[in-house]
């Protein structure tokens, strides 16, 4: 079964909303996650890592106050779309690694659509 | 970053192999491969650690040169079921967050009966 859960599995806003996104372990506790963003047929790129009770790390060129990430628990990572766009409309993946960080641990992804 | 896959896409008729490779520009401390279906998430195929290892189960291996910054994944006798887009992660040093990978732009890999 899985081990990294995401939530919703889809959803439409309308341009100018939020939208926040879930993405849990649940069999174990993560003290990092990363959310990736991946268009129709193009890789999944990185956006940033979540840090539980810490700041998140965002990649170059990501807007951290478009994307914002709350890691409040050991199990709970949260990326909130904030003023979604058309342009934002993507396929969004949360994932985890155990401690050892061997092997990593994707969710199902969510797919946005701004309309 | 971003590591280079080539090729971009296969096309395989059932039975056949098939390489695909990834390549960095910057010194490597792991490779992950994963393997995606359209419209779901990724899922994990192996990790090559150390330079020079070798893993496989069935019959999808894989090798990493850790001096070329190279690796590579090796489909035998494919089967239906290994259709999809095959992605490599890279962790580019050991100092890294664990868990943080850059992708390749991924191989389209069909296969025919």
């Known amino acids: 079964g899985a081990v990294v859960s995401q939530h919703p599995s889809w959803v439409i806003c309308k341009s100018g909303t939020s939208v926040k996104i879930e993405c849990r372990s649940l069999d174990f506790q993560a003290t990092t996650m990363f959310w990736y963003r991946q268009f129709p047929k193009q890789s999944l790129m990185l956006m940033a890592t979540?840090?539980?009770?810490?700041?998140?790390?965002?990649e170059q060129g990501v807007e951290k106050d478009k994307f914002l990430i709350n890691h409040a628990s050991l199990t709970l990572s949260t990326l909130t779309v904030t003023s979604a766009h058309p342009e934002d409309s993507s396929f969004y993946i949360c994932s985890a690694s155990t401690h050892l960080g061997n092997t990593i641990y994707f969710g199902e992804g969510s797919w946005l659509t701004v309309v | 970053q971003q590591p280079v896959q080539s090729p971009q896409a296969v096309i395989l008729r059932e039975g056949e192999d098939a390489v695909i490779n990834c390549s960095s520009s910057k010194a490597l401390y792991s490779v992950h491969w994963y393997r995606q279906k359209h419209g779901e998430a990724p899922v994990f195929l192996m990790i090559?650690?150390?330079?020079?290892e070798q893993k496989g189960h069935d019959k999808i291996s894989a090798s990493f040169n850790e001096k070329k910054q190279q690796s590579s994944l090796y489909l035998t006798a494919s089967q239906l079921s290994y259709s999809g887009t095959y992605f490599c992660?890279?962790?580019?040093?050991?100092?890294?967050?664990?868990?943080?990978?850059?992708f390749g732009r991924g191989t389209q890999l069909t296969v025919w009966p």
């Open positions: 992660g890279t962790v580019p040093d050991r100092g890294s967050t664990l868990g943080r990978l850059y």
């Open positions: 979540s840090n539980e009770g810490s700041k998140a790390t965002y």
């Open positions: 090559l650690l150390k330079g020079g």
